[in-house]
């Protein structure tokens, strides 16, 4: 799972920046012996696989499902989430819509339901949103295109008759990935969207474990992973992360 580059969100494409980042990321994913390539419908996803796909002569699939996660919450009859999404601007008296996982850490991490693998669907948020409806899409996508690989999902685990070892690349957003490791792990979004960073091209790798004949688990030997920006001496863009101290008010609050 790799997240696209440095973004313009303003045109949906990517800064110079995040150009020079795709074309890095390039030198380290021609490498990889990759069967399928998949790819968020959205401009600066699309741009940041252009850099690897031209290079390989490849394309990738259009999927839908990995667009950046869309949920919006309303929080204009709730005291409780006007407090969860402080400095939110209003419109016609009206406070605009959040994006869900913008809440500050305070507002949830006492509430055990946010934590929880099955409770997070019955928290404020969820009540005030889409967000169970929209993650179960996502997670419907995941789980129809694993079956094609011969994973097929059984509650909470994973069963496959014809497990194998190919790769598969998608270039896609930082919240789809998160959900998308929920759904994985089992656990609450709300803690992965709020524990991991993950600057612009890095790469998540996940890969799979069959300890038992026909179940399978998924695991991370990689989260976040920006080596190969490293590599040539481009720093990782700090579009990940929120102010290391309250402070530094010249990073993102």
């Excluded at 989430?81 to 996982?101: C, F, H, S």
């Amino acid at each position: 799972m790799i997240r696209h580059g440095d973004p313009d969100y303003v045109h949906d494409t990517l800064t110079e920046k995040g150009r020079r980042e795709a074309a890095l990321l390039s030198e380290r994913v021609i490498r990889e012996n990759v069967r399928d390539f998949y790819v968020s419908p959205l401009g600066r996803a699309k741009d940041t696989a252009e850099y690897t796909l031209k290079r390989l002569g490849r394309s990738a699939q259009v999927m839908d499902w990995l667009k950046e996660f869309p949920v919006q919450v309303d929080i204009n009859d709730s005291l409780t989430l006007q407090k969860a999404y402080p400095d939110t601007r209003q419109e016609n008296g009206r406070y605009v819509n959040r994006i869900a996982w913008d809440m500050v850490p305070g507002s949830w991490r006492e509430i055990p339901e946010y934590s929880d693998k099955e409770a997070w669907r019955k928290t404020e948020v969820a009540a005030c949103s889409d967000l169970t409806a929209v993650y179960d899409r996502v997670a419907a996508g995941l789980d129809e295109l694993l079956e094609k690989y011969g994973y097929v999902r059984d509650q909470s685990l994973y069963r496959t008759e014809r497990g194998n070892q190919d790769t598969i690349i998608f270039f896609c957003h930082f919240g789809v990935t998160c959900v998308l490791l929920s759904h994985l792990w089992n656990v609450s979004p709300f803690v992965l969207w709020h524990s991991l960073a993950m600057a612009p091209t890095s790469v998540t790798e996940i890969y799979t474990e069959e300890r038992e004949k026909g179940i399978v688990t998924f695991r991370a030997s990689k989260i976040g992973d920006t080596a190969h920006l490293y590599a040539y001496n481009e720093p990782p863009s700090f579009s990940a992360r929120f102010c290391e101290t309250y402070e530094n008010q010249e990073e993102r609050h």
